[in-house]
């Protein structure tokens, strides 16, 4: 269970650290145009934010269970993930774009996967 969970987590720090590196960093045609389709509905700032948040839970995925130190830092880091991805999906959906809403269903339930993996191993 312990090396499912860190594939899982290998998974979405690469798909979040480069969703948030693109997204703190390109405009808003570029992200639309690149199929980032799902920030249309959102002010700049809020993606910007949302950006650098993904950015924080990379780290917070790995560095307090690396260390062992603020270990609950890192299921909360995913509760995060699973929280921006519900907005995703609802996002896409409302775009009527039923591969992306299937695409973050999946990263959802990989963040829930390993909130629950590392909340479970807390006690």
Known sequence: MNTVT?????ILAAIF???????ATMSRSRLIATGQTGIAPFPMPLVRVVAI???FAVAGLFAP?????????????AVGLTIVMIGAAISHA??????????????LALA????????AALT
């Open 94 to 107: 409302s775009l009527r774009e039923p591969k992306s809403v299937a695409a973050n269903v999946t990263l």
């Open 6 to 10: 860190w594939v899982f987590s290998g």
């Open 53 to 55: 948040s993904d950015i």
């Open 17 to 23: 650290a480069y969703s948030g590196a693109v997204k």
């Open 112 to 119: 829930s996967f390993v909130a629950a993996s590392r909340f």
């Open 65 to 77: 269970w690396l260390t062992d130190k603020a270990c609950v830092l890192t299921p909360l880091a």
